[in-house]
């Protein structure tokens, strides 16, 4: 029988606390009952209500609230609570469990002030608020580049509809190449011959295969939507552009520009069909104090999207395992009865454990050491794992640089390979010794 440790009762850990439950048009506070005759009230969500929310928390001397993360409602409450100096214990609504029977909003705010008490609520991330300001913008950015992509579709359409192929003669429509053609078409040119004199010098295909995908029925109607759809993928390559140069005054205000001079990159970039207006990759090395750059699968255009995601301050996070755990790279062991059934990570929409892994898939061709460690995980169990393994090591890189302020050294892929196979022959020489048995190289024969 096993042996069965003694129960001990909850007891109040925090005892100026408060439960929120969020809505889009109503507010739900609880405080302990010993605090005000009425220990549940119910305020408007227009910011004159929310500060006669904060100062009623205040006048019952409240220190920390916990409310649910539900949707952006908590966003202006937060900020306002955080101004005026109380603690604000973000809860994921999916880790809070209501108690059993009708489900009504009072017992939710109930609930949650007493778990809070308990100090059985674990706060949410989120970083600092000068981060903050990036993260707003970064996300926006990202949302404006999938707007533009659907365009880019819409383009495809318009031009597969009259079979003008250019999208296989090109690799990108809206390169160098392709906006030029794509205007002229739009103004009124259709004769391939001269459209095809658009092509750019850096362009793989002859000016012939041009001329032969320009080919095609030029029709009014699927030309009028191919310039709409120009015109938008136009306005949000501007809006993109103001995301930019509003990202460059960020980066400028929060560090100022030094005189420290970056060596050139390490590695050679590919081409953007829409490249930054100003040196990302310094701006970045001043905000950090290290260049992230180096590391084989990051780039200057992915490193802000886990920047804005994980902040700089790396102490948030007791180890790098409370780290790669909360990104969900690391394995989450299911165990029942002494046994473990299952170690798959936990699903996730953070945004910087999917930088992580699209970093980690484009290192299948590298020649570096991460490269030949994605490989050599990809042969033994898979592509979907090498995926998650490898981008958990690309997140440790990170955290070991951020913390200590140390810099990138690719070993090479070489060198990989032979700890690789260092340590695949100790492990031969051990379970060798332990049959009795000993390892012995061959002797190379001679063929008289």
Known sequence: MAHLRPTTVLSTINLNTA???????????????????????????FTCDLYALTHWLKDCRITSVAMESTGVYWVPLYDILEHEGINVCLVNA??????????????????????HSY?????????????????????????????????????????????????????????????????AIVAGEHNPEVLAQYRDG?????????????????????????????????????????????????????????????PPPAKRYKRVSQPLPFDLRSCLFRLTGVDLTP???????????????????????????????WLCLSPNNNITGGKIIS?????????????????????YHSKSALGAFFRRMQALH???????????TLARIVYAMLKHHSEYQDLGELHFEQLSKERT??????????????LAPLTPTVVT
């Open 19 to 45: 439960g929120i439950d969020l809505g889009a048009s109503e507010i739900y506070v609880a405080v302990p009952t010993d605090r005000d005759t009425q220990s549940v009230r119910v305020f408007s969500s």
């Open 202 to 262: 850096h362009c793989r295909r002859s000016q012939e295969d041009i001329v032969k995908a320009l080919q095609g029925t030029y029709l009014d109607e699927y030309l009028f939507e191919l310039a709409q759809a120009l015109e938008l993928f136009d306005f949000y390559s501007q809006q993109i552009l103001d995301c930019d140069l509003r990202l460059e005054q960020l980066y400028n205000q929060a560090v100022p520009e030094s005189s420290v001079s970056l």
């Open 94 to 115: 999916r880790f809070v469990k209501n108690v059993p029977g009708k489900k009504t909003d009072v017992l939710d705010c109930q609930w949650l002030q007493q778990l």
């Open 119 to 183: 100090g059985l609520l674990s706060n949410s991330f989120r970083p600092a608020e000068d981060i903050r300001r990036f993260r707003t913008i970064t996300r926006h950015r990202d949302m404006l580049l999938k707007y533009r992509a659907a365009h880019v579709q819409h383009i495809q359409k318009a031009l597969h509809q009259m079979n003008i192929q250019l999208d296989t003669v090109l690799s990108d429509i809206t390169g160098v190449t392709g906006l030029m053609i794509l205007r």
């Open 425 to 438: 022959l100790k492990r031969l020489q051990k379970k060798a010794a332990e049959f009795g048995l000993q």
């Open 295 to 325: 590391i084989d699968g990051l780039s200057a255009i992915s490193i802000p999207t886990i920047l804005s995601e994980i902040g700089l301050d790396m102490n948030r996070w007791p180890s790098v395992k409370h780290f790669t755990a």
């Open 343 to 363: 170690t798959a990570s936990r699903r996730t929409t953070n945004r910087a454990a999917q930088a992580f892994r699209l970093a980690a898939r484009s290192l």
């Open 382 to 392: 898979g592509p979907q794992h090498a995926i998650k393994t490898t981008a958990h």
